[in-house]
């Protein structure tokens, strides 16, 4: 009976000691508008770089994906519904003028539009 009382009073020390500890910690995230220079400084995740494109580039095919090469040598795949018919072998090695939404962290087209340059 004795041990099960120092265990439940040690076990109490102990959460009171880690919730003082948290309460402590918090305080500079805390946002503190009083002008004492203190704000919350809360971690941002990083927002994906999505912007309007036209892409000029050869089409290639990659283990079912659609992908176009630009004469910089960068590769984009292209999604949307408009890929499907890109995806046969008919439209490789073909240049293209690609429109759509470029999302520059996952180098990939949305793509809105294709033009094909080839005659």
């Given amino acids: 009976m004795q041990s099960i009382k120092r ?4 076990g109490a020390s102990a959460c009171a000691l880690v919730f003082a500890w948290a309460l402590v910690w918090g305080a500079p995230f805390i946002s503190h508008d009083s002008g004492h220079g ?12 999505i ?3 036209a892409v000029v580039g050869t089409l290639a095919r990659q283990g079912g994906r659609c ?3 630009d004469s910089a ?3 984009y795949t ?20 690609v429109t759509g ?8 087209i949305h793509v ?3 033009e094909i340059l080839d005659a």
């Fill in 67 to 69: 992908v176009l090469r």
């Fill in 78 to 97: 292209l999604e949307g519904r408009l890929t499907a018919p890109l995806r046969t072998s008919a439209f490789d090695g073909k240049n293209v003028k």
């Fill in 112 to 114: 809105a539009s294709v």
């Fill in 51 to 53: 912007r309007d494109v």
């Fill in 7 to 10: 265990d439940l009073v040690f």
């Fill in 101 to 108: 939404r470029l999302d520059e962290s996952a180098a990939t």
């Fill in 38 to 49: 203190l704000t919350a400084q809360r971690a941002q995740a990083p927002q994906a770089q």
């Fill in 73 to 75: 040598g960068q590769e």
